[in-house]
Each structure stands twice: as structure tokens, then as C-alpha cells.
């Protein structure tokens, strides 16, 4: 019978120390106790000394306290630059972080989006047209803003309340929700669009927490568009918090180009240049080198997020650095070079091109 399962019965234990004489001696953070036993003139049933070390268990609070560091931000446009540096030298940049014992020997390695078509060196392509201009965004909150209103879970709504209030408590989202008047005016050009736009209802609902503040509230607007948000969404069934705010910020991306008359003729570099994407996107380049005659494929993605996997991590800085560190390509995943025309080892990796003003991060267990 495995010992875990196993629960002595009470004339076993009465048996097994009714007699016996402990003594205890201090050891680390341990008691060790020792029971003489054996004894002849004794009623216990055990032949030999019971030796063992008495575990006593850390606070809760203190073992939470030692899985987590602490983060020290001087500047915040350093640190989400800093966070989104690429891995240089098999170590990470992280800029402003004094927690990490090995901080010192990070350095950073942003990489610049400058023009580089001189030395043929490929570049991330401009926007014909800039729906919304990068400095308009507002970072930190501007003068006293009051803390808002909770949220009523409305029957397993706790995934939708928890995301809104994440997104409602960024100062930059925050700004922007409520001071986007040109928005505004073109969705009530529109008839009956307003009621059906996602980031109107995402402002109805902040100014509505605005008022309300240090009370509850019924996030209705938000929950009402469930299907608007994502087909498969239901009322009064429990969600995933990272699946509902993915497809909350794609949800707000769309209606944001519906508001815009002849946005879906824009190319997708345009498409990109909406506040939501100025605020959370970010421009990944890839870059393949070939081992064979050194040529480098380079290409750009889109992101909200990075997708980071903690599950060999012990720290945010490892797992960045896991996230862009050297991929070798070989074996059954040989590259197939445009310039040699076959199949060859090559490196892979991945860096930052353009950073988010929000950097949001998916962490994969």
C-alpha cells in the first residue's frame, strides 16, 4: 500500500509511542526527534529507532514571495523597449530591472526600423495612410483619474469583468478610449452603427465606471455583444480570460476600419496604423541565414502579443530570452534558400522591429 494513502489505525499509533521517550535536537529549519524504542519491557511493536526530520511548511506568503521578483521601472517607454529587445550574446537586455541577480550582464540590442535600402538590407514597409497618428497616444495618466466602479459578475461573466478592468486601469487605453472625438463623429454619421460599434460601447462602459466610481456596475453593453466579439461566445458560460481579450482587441480593430468610409480598400500596413494597433502592435522581423552562401530572408509580422513558454523558465528575462534566441534549422526542418534554390541548414531568429506602446504577454504553461 503506498505510504500516502496509508492512515494508522488508533491502537497502532497508542502501540507504536505510548512508551516512547522522545528527544529533539534543532536542525536548519528542521526538528529532529528521536524515539527510543525496541525496549523489551515496553508494549510497542517496533524493532529498531524511529528516525525522522519534522517538516514545517513556509507561510503561504512567503513561498509566493520567492517564486516572484520585482520589477523597477524608471521610464516607461525604456522599459517596454527594454522588454522587447533582442537576444544578444545568449543573454537579454532588460533595461531598468535591478530584481535579477544577473542584470548586470544583460545589455541591450533594440532593433532599429531605419532606412537601410543602401546596403540592401530590408526595411518595414510605410503606411500610404496614417489612420491615427502615434503621437496622439498618451502614456501615464493625465492629471486625478478616480479608481472606477467594479464589475457585477452577471453569471460566469468573471473572465469579461477581470479583462475590462485590465484594459480600463492602462492609462494609455484609458486616454484614448475617452478622448477620440473624430470616432465618435463618424459613428453617428452612421445610423444605428453606434449601437453596434465595439468601441463606442468600450467608452460608454469606461465613463460609466468614471461615474460610478467607488460602486458596482453591469458591464450590459459589453455583454450584450458577445456574439459581436466572437460567434462562439455564450452568455452565462464560463470563458477563457486570454481567448475573450484577443478577440476583444480584434473585435474593436474591426469596428474601428467599419467607422472609416473606404477603410477596406486600404492596404494592411494602413490597417495597422489604428489606435488599438498603435497601442498594443508590434512589428516582429524573421530572420533566416543561410549556412551555405550567408544570405539572410528577412520578413515582418504583425503581433498583439508575444506567446512566451515558461514551462523551462524560471524568470520573465529567460523566457524573453528563449523567445528570441538562434533556432537552428536542420535535419527534417532543412530551409529551402531563395537565393541558393535547395534545402540547407540555416539559423532562425526573431526580433523586434518596432515595439508596442502596450506590451502584452501571453505566458504558456
Partial sequence: MPAASYVATPIERSLAFAKSSPSSNSLGGFQRNKFQVGDPTSNTILTA??????????????????????????????????????????KLSLNNVSSSP???DLRKSLSSSKDNSSNGKCVLPKPKE??????????????RVPP?????????????????????????????????PEHQSLCEKQSGFQFECLVCAM??????????????????????????IAR?????????????LTYLIEGMQKSYLKAIPGANKLDSYSKETTPIYQLFGCYLRTEVACSSCSHVSTSYTHSTELSLDIRQSSSLDEALGHFFAKEFLGGDNLYRCEKCGRKVEATKRFSVDKPPNVLRLQLKR
Fill in 49 to 90: 529507532k524511529l528516525d525522522f526530520i519534522k517538516y514545517e511548511k513556509p507561510s503561504v506568503k512567503a513561498d509566493i514571495k520567492s517564486k516572484y521578483h520585482t520589477l523597477s521601472v524608471n521610464n516607461i517607454n525604456d522599459n517596454i523597449s527594454s522588454i522587447c529587445s533582442t537576444y544578444s550574446k545568449s
Fill in 102 to 104: 544577473t542584470s548586470s
Fill in 130 to 143: 496614417v489612420l491615427y497618428s502615434p503621437s496622439k497616444i498618451t502614456l501615464g495618466w493625465q492629471g
Fill in 148 to 180: 472606477g466602479a467594479g464589475l457585477v459578475n452577471a453569471i460566469n461573466t468573471c473572465y469579461l469583468n477581470s479583462c475590462l478592468q485590465a484594459l480600463f486601469h492602462i492609462p494609455s487605453f484609458h486616454n484614448w478610449l475617452l478622448n477620440d
Fill in 203 to 228: 467608452r460608454k462602459t469606461l465613463a460609466h465606471c468614471q461615474v460610478k466610481s467607488g460602486g458596482a456596475i453591469r458591464p450590459e453593453l459589453i455583454i450584450k455583444k458577445l456574439k459581436l
Fill in 232 to 244: 462562439h461566445l455564450e452568455h452565462h458560460r464560463q470563458e477563457d480570460s486570454h481567448e475573450f
